[in-house]
């Protein structure tokens, strides 16, 4: 059994900052890739940024220079900076995992809302 649990969502004023953060735990062998998405009201899920196993790192063009992903073994960090109202959405964390039983999947938190208002 793999759980993945994402913290840190909130209300922040445009232009401030948070930091969310997501921990894979369980029956892990290793983990791939982990990546933050987003899902406002009304639209698709779309990715924000992405880490591999190597430290490689891949952003959206609306995030980039503002939001940096980090990873320290099994917790992925994203750091949101100058927020803007059109980041406010559920944020959502995946990760590319090897179970000990050497089985390959993602697997999804449930979501932390972010909500970037006056």
């Known amino acids: 059994q793999v759980r993945v649990v994402e913290s840190g969502g909130g209300s922040v004023q445009p232009g401030g900052s948070l930091r969310v953060s997501c921990t894979a735990s369980g029956r892990i062998l290793s983990i791939n890739s982990m990546t933050w998405y987003r899902q406002a009201p009304g639209k698709e899920r779309d990715l924000v940024a992405r880490?591999?196993?190597?430290?490689g790192t891949d952003y959206a063009d609306s995030v980039k220079g503002r939001f940096t992903i980090s990873r320290d073994q099994k917790t992925v960090f994203l750091q949101m900076n100058s927020l803007k109202p059109e980041d406010t959405a559920l944020y959502y964390c995946?990760?590319?995992?090897?179970?000990?039983?050497?089985?390959?999947?993602?697997?999804w938190g449930q979501g932390t809302q972010v909500t970037v208002s006056s």
């Open positions: 995946s990760a590319d995992v090897v179970e000990a039983g050497r089985s390959r999947r993602a697997y």
């Open positions: 880490i591999d196993g190597n430290g």
